[in-house]
């Protein structure tokens, strides 16, 4: 990782059929992903890439940006985070790390697809996608809150909101 500035992106993919059927087992549904340069050096097992308590590194004035979809690619089920807050510092530990407040921001993208009526095969659907964004201000582990719903293709919520609480390091580095 660079001196630069860096935005660091936090894929937080739930296994929503798994959920569903578990709804008392978040921790078993979710499998956060960063870039590996990202991942704390002290992580391991499910604190580790793809691991449910994802602990990755970040800098003082580094961007973090967290988006959610489901093992369908969100298909048949959307996974849709509404909220990412700062945890209490004090709730199971010291955690002196702290982040700005996280803004929740729409962004358009596309979906490709094959289609053989297309342009070298492919064409694409635009999409919007939902982002949350914060930056990492004063050093330390910080803990950290996202509340997520699971939706149907017509946006009907299945289940209750789903909290989950995972940690990210802020590093002087």
């Known amino acids: 990782m660079s001196g630069a500035t860096q935005t660091i992106d936090v894929l937080v993919n739930v296994d929503a059929d798994y959920l569903l059927a578990h709804p008392n087992d978040v921790g078993g549904a979710i499998s956060m992903l960063v870039t590996r340069d990202a991942i704390d050096s002290h992580a391991s097992g ?5 691991g449910n308590e994802l602990w990755f590194d970040v800098k003082p004035g580094d961007n973090i940006r967290w988006r959610a979809t489901t093992l369908s690619r969100n298909f048949d089920r959307i996974a849709l985070i509404k909220d990412v807050e700062s945890g209490d510092p004090h709730q199971g530990g010291d955690y002196k790390g702290t982040m700005s407040k996280p803004q929740s921001f729409n962004i358009p993208g596309v ?4 289609n053989k009526a ?6 694409k659907t635009d999409v919007i996608y939902t982002m949350w964004q914060s930056t990492a201000l004063n050093p330390g582990k910080l803990w950290y809150t996202i509340t997520f719903v699971l939706l149907d293709r017509d946006l009907n919520q299945m289940g209750p909101s789903y909290t ?6 802020i590093n002087n580095q």
Do not use: A, K
């Open 46 to 50: 499910n604190t580790g890439e793809g």
């Open 111 to 114: 979906v490709p697809y094959l």
């Open 118 to 123: 297309g342009s070298e095969g492919i064409s």
């Open 164 to 169: 989950w609480d995972p940690y990210i390091t």
